[in-house]
């Protein structure tokens, strides 16, 4: 009986481990070649685990999208961390947000060293001349279609109008966020237009409240401590695409504690962008523009930490969610903001680096091919560098 029961756990250890390296596998190779943002993530996840591998009916799929889009975060990490645990419990959770992760990270992590190496060589500035104005385009694109879904009737109209309005206002993000969320669902729970009405106000009181909500700073520079709870709060509240997570960096970094310029800010998200796996790898770029190589881990640890918890938990609380009409509406309420907060970004970035001709004819041209012939955001972003070096060389 005891050797029965031996070889019955190694076994079963046998088929855990082989689960584990499966997981292991197949996440690093995502993280390695999945370009093109959450979208193109989510249907090479598709491809991989409903049509391949058949780990999960298609029906089932779309759940797991729908509890990752309910939580804040990055959608497709989160899928991901989701698809590990489904497939492997706790350890497969964790391997497989690690895995999509870390090829990710590296690469970044390498581009930060060689942009704060060399970054002001003439070539690498006229790459980035092409290649800002195709990031610009690629966010105007997003928010105009995101903004096609999340503003579905006239209480997310208001929401967002007033959240546009305080974020050109420069009040405090979180609270914009917030203030948003309760705003929404006291316009469809409460009843009598004028009375709706008067709690428009709200948002500037819980902006007042929360003005004070900045992390720790020393000497006007970030601390770790304060570079870990920045990234944290942001991963733990970013709600919507990887394109909000402009909205709080600018925020956070070039506003508040005026640690990055503008101009390192776009280096950063083109940089998110033209990498695969996660766009939240900006994190990676911006801790090590500000503290080197620790400030590049604890930032990156910081963003995604939020996502490892809020996945088990969602498990549990995912049916009382989806059937709360008051948390679905503030959820709408919440979306909406952060589309306004990205509107307000794209135009203040936009004003400063669509300065001629030539970047304009960029972003134009962009826009055409992305709305028009689905062109990969990847290809745009090598493409537009490459017009940035040849206006160089052609001087």
């Not at 943002?37 to 685990?49: K, Q």
């Amino acid at each position: 009986m005891a050797a029965f029961g031996e070889k019955n756990w190694y076994a079963g250890f046998k088929q855990r481990q082989s689960l584990l390296i499966e997981v292991a596998l197949i996440f690093l190779k995502l993280g390695t070649i999945a370009f093109g943002g959450p979208a193109a993530h989510i249907a090479m996840m598709e491809t991989e685990f409903v049509q391949k591998r058949r780990w999960v009916e298609r029906s089932r799929f779309l759940e797991l999208v729908g509890a990752a889009n309910l939580i804040p975060g990055p959608t497709s990490t989160e899928l991901a961390i989701y698809l590990g645990y489904l497939r492997a419990g706790w350890p497969g959770l964790v391997l497989a947000g690690v895995c999509f992760i870390l090829p990710a990270m590296l690469i970044v992590l390498a581009l930060a060293h060689i942009y704060v190496s060399y970054g002001a060589l003439p070539q690498i500035a006229w790459a980035l001349y092409g290649i800002k104005p195709v990031i610009i385009a690629i966010i105007a694109l997003a928010v105009w279609k995101l903004a096609a879904t999340a503003v579905k009737d006239w209480p997310t109209a208001v929401v967002g109008a007033a959240a546009l309005f305080l974020a050109f206002s420069a009040m405090n993000l979180l609270a914009v966020l917030v203030g948003s969320g309760i705003l929404c669902v006291m316009l469809n729970r409460l009843g009598g237009l004028k009375l709706r009405l008067l709690f428009l106000p709200l948002i500037g009181v819980v902006g007042a409240a929360g003005a004070d909500l900045t992390p720790m700073s020393l000497g006007g520079k970030l601390t770790l401590a304060g570079l870990f709870f920045t990234f944290l709060k942001i991963g733990a509240i970013l709600y919507g695409s990887g394109y909000v997570l402009l909205a709080f960096l600018w925020s956070d970094f070039v506003d508040v504690h005026q640690v990055l310029t503008s101009q390192q800010l776009l280096d950063a998200v083109a940089v998110g962008q033209f990498t695969p796996g996660p766009v939240f790898t900006t994190a990676t770029f911006i801790g090590y523009i500000i503290a080197g190589v620790p400030g590049a881990i604890v930032s990156t640890i910081a963003i995604f930490l939020p996502s490892f918890i809020f996945i088990p938990l969602i498990n549990i609380f995912l049916t009382k969610v989806r059937e709360s009409a008051l948390a679905s509406d503030f959820l709408a309420g919440v979306i909406v903001a952060s589309l306004a907060l990205m509107a307000m970004v794209t135009w203040t970035l936009a004003a400063s680096y669509i300065i001629d001709w030539s970047t304009a004819l960029l972003a134009v041209a962009s826009l055409i091919a992305l709305a028009k012939y689905k062109t990969n955001s990847t290809w745009l972003i090598l493409l537009g560098g490459l017009a940035g070096l040849g206006k160089y060389l052609l001087g």
